[in-house]
C-alpha cells in the first residue's frame, strides 16, 4: 500500500505527558497538512509543511503542540503536556502543491488522554 | 470567517430512494469545492471536487454534485443509495489559489436500511 500511513493508530496517555505521533505521506507528495477531529465534527486544520518548510499553522495550535518535517518526507507531531481536551482523531494528509489540490487521507491516530 | 455548513446530520434511507445532502459555504471569493466520504472503519476518501467549469460534478460510485454559485451551494446527490454508501459526508471547501487547507463541514452520517 502506498497511501497516506501513520504511527500508532491508537494512543492512550495519561494527562500531563507527552505524545507523538508520525506521518509518511505519499512519497512524491510535497505538502503534507495535519487535521484534529473530535466525535461528531468535521476535521479542522492544525498546520500544514511544503518540502520541510511549516508554512502556516492554525490558532487551534498552542504552545504545546509542534510538527516537524526535518527532510520533506514524513512529519512528526508532538504534543507536550496533555490536556483532556486533547483526544481526538488526528488526521495525516498529503497532496502536490500546485496541482488539483487533491489530499490523501491517512487513517488517523486516536488519541485518548485519561 | 470561512465556514461550511452541512444540514443534515443524519439521514436514514432505504435502499433504492434517492438521496440529497446539503452543503453551504461562506466565502466570497473563488473556491474549489469537494466532498470526501468515510466508511466504516476506512479513511477519508475523496467522492468527487469542482474546480472550474461545468457546475455539475460527476464523482465516484454514482454520486454527483451541484455548484450553485449563487447560492454558496454544493449538494451531493445520488438517484438511488445502496447499503454500501452507509458512510459519514463530509463537504469541504479551500479558497483558489491558497494553501490547500481544507475547511469541512460537521459532516452529515448516512444510513442506508436494506
Known amino acids: 500500500d502506498t497511501g497516506v500511513s501513520q504511527d500508532p493508530r491508537h494512543k492512550i496517555t495519561k494527562r500531563g505527558q507527552n505524545v507523538t505521533f508520525r506521518c509518511d505521506p505519499i512519497?512524491?507528495?510535497?505538502?503534507l497538512y495535519w487535521y484534529r477531529q473530535t466525535l461528531g465534527q468535521g476535521p479542522e486544520f492544525l498546520t500544514y509543511?511544503?518540502?520541510?518548510?511549516?508554512?502556516?499553522k492554525s490558532r487551534l495550535l498552542s504552545d504545546r503542540f509542534s510538527a516537524e518535517r526535518p527532510k520533506g518526507s514524513f512529519s512528526t507531531l508532538e504534543i507536550q503536556r496533555t490536556e483532556q481536551g486533547d483526544s481526538a482523531m488526528y488526521l495525516c494528509?498529503?497532496?502536490?502543491?500546485?496541482?488539483?489540490?487533491?489530499?490523501?487521507f491517512g487513517p488517523g491516530t486516536r488519541l485518548t488522554v485519561t | 470567517a470561512q465556514s461550511v455548513s452541512q444540514h443534515n446530520h443524519h439521514v436514514i434511507l432505504s435502499e433504492a430512494a434517492s438521496l440529497e445532502l446539503g452543503c453551504n459555504y461562506s466565502?466570497?471569493?473563488?473556491?474549489?469545492l469537494f466532498w470526501y466520504v468515510q466508511y466504516p472503519g476506512q479513511h477519508l476518501q475523496l467522492l468527487l471536487k469542482?474546480?472550474?467549469?461545468?457546475?455539475l460534478v460527476k464523482g465516484i460510485k454514482g454520486f454527483e454534485a451541484e455548484f450553485i454559485k449563487s447560492k454558496f451551494s454544493f449538494n451531493l446527490r445520488k438517484p438511488s443509495v445502496q447499503w454500501s454508501d452507509t458512510a459519514e459526508y463530509f463537504c469541504?471547501?479551500?479558497?483558489?489559489?491558497?494553501?490547500?487547507?481544507?475547511?469541512f463541514g460537521q459532516g452529515t452520517t448516512l444510513q442506508v436500511k436494506p
Open positions: 494528509a498529503s497532496s502536490l502543491a500546485y496541482s488539483s489540490y487533491e489530499q490523501y
Open positions: 512519497s512524491e507528495h510535497n505538502r
Open positions: 509543511f511544503q518540502n520541510e518548510a511549516q508554512l502556516e
Open positions: 466565502y466570497g471569493g473563488t473556491v474549489n
Open positions: 469542482y474546480f472550474s467549469g461545468d457546475p
Open positions: 469541504a471547501v479551500t479558497p483558489s489559489g491558497n494553501t490547500g487547507k481544507l475547511i
